[in-house]
């Protein structure tokens, strides 16, 4: 028996660095720093267990990556860190984003969920890992390396992830890439929903930009309409068009009281506040956000530092919020209540004028469709919270205006139907992100965008090599 002591790994991880509360409370400065040098960065990397290191990981993959939407193979970028490889572990990263420095910093951390080292402790903090090497060593060599021009071109409705990430891919097969974005600026949600101080419009701008190099056209204030659809796309000379027009049509709870002034959507309010355009003054109003998932954290968050008294209300519990557990434990920290179990009711209005809200106590029952257990209001607990402003963040779904001549197939939730192959029913018209999933998580739209090029391209009659 070797006589070497096996080095026990640490439970803990080293957590990353956050601007201090205080600091946080007036500006949209960004909140995580991420990990300061890479002494930090080595310590967590060695907490990881190399799963099925000797196995072959399309056989046996581990944990991580079997998890990740993308299919990123995390493991081999840690190993490759701790060897001191960076641009092996560069080239892995790139291989499925092509804008990770955005993405690495919301990323929910799907690849942690099954990690070995959270099984008895904290699990491996792959996204800041992988967002300290691309932060801190640019871009692989290969970044703006395309294929000869194939001659095809592709036209992209709408510049979210999904969109960015298939007009990256299909731009390095070599076709032609327009992306069409109806608002005046690129990104989708990262630009207009993703609030400055969890994602800076540098970094994403950065990142757009490169994409800019790489030969992608950029087309904005351009609508998909009755004047511009995919017919008059394919007259134009376009051999392929993909829709990713994400969800931004607020979903109402549709309860009295909805349509007074003083109730926003939180999208709306988001969108409008992202893009500087007006926004009600919500300085020193009692605002009350209703919902669990990252428009309801974000909207309450910012709505904070423009200095309102804020409270969130959400009908579960706080195991169940949709929104990550770093982005809730910030928002409780910066001051924000969150009422649990608590459902609004009725809006109570005075000319016209929000005044409070009735709401319902709830108790958790059986699991439903979401596998979250289900809501049902306890009968005679009823009351009332004062209120100025109400924005509910309850979801949303695809506008699909401009849509509407039947040809398209569209499910009960108003998505557009897809087959295995990411095709509507318009041949050579491809759709995908959360215009087809529903109201996701970027890595899923960017894992399905590195799909639907590839099929894409076989549409076009290439192989993939
Ligand atoms: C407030 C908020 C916070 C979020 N936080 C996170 C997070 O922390 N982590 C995470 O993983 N996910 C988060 N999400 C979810 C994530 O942003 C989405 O899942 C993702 O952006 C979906 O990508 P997409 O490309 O399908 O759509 P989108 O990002 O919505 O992009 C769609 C684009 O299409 C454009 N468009 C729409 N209609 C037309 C048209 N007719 N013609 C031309 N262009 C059109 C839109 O303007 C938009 O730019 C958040 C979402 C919101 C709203």
């Given amino acids: 028996m070797s006589n070497q002591k096996k080095k026990v790994k640490s439970k803990i991880a080293i957590k990353t ?38 196995q072959d990981p399309n056989v046996k993959p581990p944990p991580c990556m ?11 970028i840690i190993q490759n860190i701790l060897d001191g490889n960076v641009d092996e572990a ?71 992830p999904l969109g960015l990430t298939a007009a990256y891919f ?41 994409l800019k190099k790489l030969g992608i056209k950029f087309v904005t204030n351009k609508n998909y309409s009755k004047e511009f659809n995919y017919k008059t796309i394919f007259e134009s000379g376009f051999d392929a068009i993909l829709l990713g027009i994400g969800t931004h049509k607020s979903k ?26 007006e926004i009600p003054d919500v300085s020193g109003k009692k605002i009350i956000v209703v919902g669990g998932g990252s428009s309801a954290t974000d909207a309450a968050r910012v709505a904070k530092r423009l200095g ?27 001051g924000i209540p969150i009422l649990f179990l608590t459902n609004p009711s009725e809006f109570i209005c005075c000319d016209d004028e929000v005044e409070s809200i009735n709401c319902i106590k709830m108790e958790l029952g059986e699991l439903d469709k979401s596998g979250r257990p289900r809501p049902i209001p306890i009968e005679g607990s009823e009351f009332n919270i004062d209120a100025d402003i109400i924005i509910e963040a309850i979801s949303q779904e695809p506008d699909l205006t401009g849509f509407d001549d039947k040809k398209f197939e569209i499910s ?29 998580t970027v890595v899923e739209a960017v894992a399905q965008g590195k799909e639907i090029a590839n099929e894409i391209h076989k549409y076009l009659g290439f192989e993939i090599s």
């Avoid at 029913?425 to 087809?436: E, H, L, R």
């Fill in 17 to 54: 660095h956050l601007l201090p509360v205080e600091e946080r409370k007036t500006n949209f400065k960004e909140v995580n720093l991420g990990y300061f040098d890479e002494k930090e960065v080595i310590k967590e990397c060695e907490r990881c267990f190399q799963c099925y290191k000797k």
């Fill in 66 to 76: 079997e998890q990740c939407p993308t299919h990123c193979n995390s493991r081999e």
């Fill in 90 to 160: 560069l080239k892995i990263i790139y291989e499925h984003y092509a804008f990770p420095k955005s993405v690495e910093r919301i990323c929910p951390g799907f690849c942690q969920t099954k990690c070995t080292a959270g099984k008895k402790g904290d699990p491996i903090q792959i996204p800041h890992l992988k967002r300290y090497f691309v932060d801190h060593y640019g871009l692989p060599n290969d970044y703006f390396k395309c294929e000869p021009d194939t001659g095809k071109k592709v036209a992209i409705i709408g510049s979210g």
């Fill in 170 to 210: 299909l731009r390095k097969f070599g076709h032609g890439v327009s992306v069409f974005e109806k608002l005046d600026v690129i990104g989708g949600m990262l630009a207009v929903g993703i609030p400055e101080f969890r994602l800076p419009k540098a970094i994403l701008n950065e990142e757009i930009e490169n």
């Fill in 252 to 277: 109402w709870m549709k309860i009295p009281g909805e349509e007074s002034k003083g109730v926003l959507h939180a999208i709306d309010f988001l969108r409008d506040f992202n893009l500087e355009n």
């Fill in 308 to 334: 309102a008294d804020v409270n969130i209300v959400y009908r579960r519990q706080k195991e169940q919020m949709p929104a990550g557990e770093q982005e809730i434990s910030e928002t409780e920290e910066e």
């Fill in 412 to 440: 009960r939730w108003n998505t557009f139907e897809v087959d295995e192959h990411y095709s509507t029913t318009i041949p050579g018209v491809f759709a995908g992100g959360d215009c087809v999933t529903g109201p996701k």
